[in-house]
């Protein structure tokens, strides 16, 4: 693949900062016209869609952040020299055509081009029906940039394909694809992995669980519950699930308490059968699917567990294996939940609301992988290469 010189792609994104700006009311008349015909009652979804001022801000700031980072192609990864005098370096290279696939969320149809840009892939975005509007003027952006600069519009790309069509797609792809990146819900990822050719990275599922030890500062634990669920209930870092350790000084006090939180707030609480006979007023779960399902709604679990041993047992068991919390003030307890619960982020006293690209330190993020092949976590700009080896030799044979 042809490598783009860090000077012109570094003068593209800067083309396109200016474009975002100067046609942000176009931007947002044109969203306008896919929000009058979503349906509103999938508020996650909804809020997703909406591109306002402070939305386009935000793009721009995204944007703003990729340039200022180093190019990640050609870095040095290793650089040797073997006894037999073959000189070997392991260098950073592009993927080469990212495909990725999302839905509703405008917002990635510049994250993901802009850090798939800057690694030198060409990016095909497969945006859902719903944003076609507010997708079509974006890529209309990308490519006046583009061609502002003297580059390709092959670049940058939105594929407008229905179910089947990209169905076709996946099996027998018209051209190369190197990568492909389902960003969504549990049925988009089954789809591209039943139908895809080609390597597929996971954008998992959010269903994120805390775990609240019998040694936690309550005050502590009730803060970050909140934030985790209701800060931003669209997003796949939200709180689904709290499991409370029932040997927690006044643990009946404190359960009622957390449900007074969470009432005042509109969450709505369904229990386990041992926090029911507490909280007596709150539904049950009625079905073990429910441990499995990620809400993106105004809805919580809270239920009862009596080690740490079943919390991380139950999370390993039914999460998305995306985010997972516990909230104690014994460093080596929280260091023993965060070695064993297999997710892509563990925390120690904090939101699970934190893993996302730019709060981590690692800027616009293409996805949050829950895969661990090639990387797990947020996908941001250096984590959109992968390799390759330069071999120098001299008339060298294998003997």
């Known amino acids: 693949m042809k490598l783009i010189p860090s000077h012109l792609k570094n003068n593209v994104l800067e083309t396109m900062i200016h474009l975002l700006d100067c046609k942000r009311e176009e931007i947002i008349a044109e969203n306008k016209k896919d929000l009058a015909a979503f349906d509103q ?8 869609l909406v591109v306002n001022s402070k939305k386009v801000d935000e793009m721009i700031k995204a944007i703003k952040e990729v340039q200022a980072q180093s190019d990640p192609v050609g870095k ?5 020299t073997l006894n037999s005098g073959l000189h070997i370096i392991n260098k950073t290279a592009p993927f080469g055509t990212i495909m ?34 507010s997708n079509r003027i974006l890529e209309q952006c990308w490519h006046e940039a583009l061609t502002a600069n003297g580059l ?21 792809p018209p051209e190369k694809i190197d990568l492909i990146v389902p960003r969504g819900g549990e049925r988009l990822i089954q789809f591209v992995k039943e139908h895809a050719t080609c390597a597929v990275l996971i954008s998992g599922r959010g269903n994120n669980f805390l775990y609240v030890h019998e040694d936690a500062d309550w005050e502590k634990a ?44 509109q969450v709505a609480i369904l229990t386990d059968d041992a926090t029911s006979k507490i909280l007596n007023d709150v539904p049950t779960i009625n079905s073990e699917t429910i441990w499995y399902e990620e809400f993106l709604a105004m809805k919580i679990v809270v239920a009862k567990t009596s080690s740490l041993e079943e919390a991380v047992q139950k999370i390993n068991r039914y999460s998305g294996g995306h985010s997972a919390s516990i909230i104690t003030e014994n460093k080596d307890t929280a260091l023993t939940f965060m ?13 699970t609301r934190f893993t996302d690209g730019g709060q981590m330190g690692v800027g616009a ?19 959109l290469v992968t390799n390759k080896y330069y071999v120098f030799g001299d008339g060298h044979v294998r003997v």
């Not at 790309?157 to 076709?168: A, G």
């Not at 689904?240 to 927690?248: A, G, N, P, R, S």
């Not at 993020?365 to 700009?381: C, F, Q, V």
């Open 152 to 172: 390709e519009k092959d670049w940058i790309r939105l594929l407008h394909l229905n179910r089947i069509e990209t169905q076709s797609f996946l099996k027998n």
């Open 100 to 133: 990725i696939i999302y839905e509703s969320r405008p917002d990635v149809t510049i994250e993901a081009a802009v850090l798939a840009f800057k690694a030198n892939n060409k990016i095909l975005l497969k945006g859902g029906k719903e944003a076609f509007h």
């Open 222 to 265: 009730m803060s970050v519950i909140l934030n985790a669920k209701t800060h931003k209930i669209s997003g796949c870092n939200a709180l689904d699930k709290v499991l409370i350790h029932e040997d927690i000084a006044q643990f009946p006090e404190k359960l009622k308490a957390l449900k007074n939180m969470l009432d005042e707030h």
């Open 339 to 351: 070695q064993q619960v297999d997710s892509a982020a563990v925390y120690h006293n904090a939101s």
């Open 365 to 383: 993020e293409l996805a949050i992988s829950t895969d661990k092949l090639h990387h797990r976590g947020p996908l941001g700009l250096k984590q």
């Open 41 to 48: 009652e999938d508020k996650a979804l909804y809020d997703r």
């Open 76 to 80: 040095d990864i290793s650089n040797i």
